[in-house]
């Protein structure tokens, strides 16, 4: 049964924000009876609209994912950040898919959603999950894949990795990337857009050159730069595209 609480913080407005006021806090969604504290703000309209479901990078549920969570509340998304890291550094791929299948229960019994336009975002080991998980839940209608790994998979925990699910994937999906990353250089991540554009599958890629591996992000907090401030715009271009 899923379980959820909500405590409310302050208003607070965001940068990128239009207008709007947002209502931000922690929440619980629970998954097989474990109980994952999450943050979720939403617009103060009752209205049913779009909702984003945020998964956060292998560095935890940082500020600078609340802010962000806040600031696309702000741009008219109900947005939800789930703590997948609450019981296990590095969960399964399993457990992490079923907590995103609770959290769009979780979103599904609220009357300010619209369940028709719900999509995906995800960061480094996020963005891998955003890959993953947009070919196997079609509930999502689009997704955004920050600096993710397309082919990270084989083993027990994470048997599959994303580039082999190309073939079940039919969300248009929007790749943020650097091309100083490290961790997920940006040779892989051409290949995986040649198969993807092989694939007939929509998508878009927006390389930001120089920039590293969780450029979003510095010491925790959004970063003050043109990549993240152009990402940031990239993903609600994106969703305002398909979430409607």
Request: proline content about 5%; glycine content about 10%.
């Amino acid at each position: 049964m899923l379980k959820h609480t909500l405590s409310l913080s302050a208003f607070v407005l965001s940068s990128l924000a239009l207008g709007q006021a947002v209502k931000g806090g922690d929440v619980t969604v629970t998954s097989f009876g474990k109980d994952y504290r999450s943050y979720l703000s939403a617009p103060a309209s009752a209205t049913p609209k779009p909702a984003v479901i945020l998964i956060h990078s292998f560095n935890g549920l940082e500020q600078g994912y609340k802010d962000l969570v806040d600031e696309m509340a702000g741009a008219g998304y109900v947005t939800l950040a789930l703590g997948w890291q609450t019981f296990e550094k590095e969960p399964s791929d399993a457990t992490v898919k079923a907590l995103v299948e609770d959290g769009l229960k979780f979103l599904a019994a609220r009357k300010d959603v619209n369940m028709n336009a719900v999509g995906l975002t995800g960061f480094c080991a996020g963005g891998r999950y955003t890959m993953l998980l947009l070919p196997q839940m079609k509930q999502f209608k689009a997704g955004v894949a920050w600096y993710g790994f397309p082919d990270q998979g084989g083993t027990a925990a994470k048997p599959q990795a994303p580039a082999a699910l190309i073939g079940d994937l039919s969300t248009p999906m929007l790749i943020l990337h650097g091309t100083k990353d490290v961790p997920s250089p940006i040779a892989g991540i051409y290949s995986y857009a040649q198969k993807l554009d092989a694939a007939g599958k929509n998508f878009k890629l927006s390389v930001y050159q120089g920039e590293p591996h969780g450029f979003l992000l510095s010491n925790s907090l959004i970063a003050d730069t043109p990549a993240s401030r152009g990402a940031r715009q990239d993903m609600l271009t994106y969703f305002g595209t398909w979430l409607k």
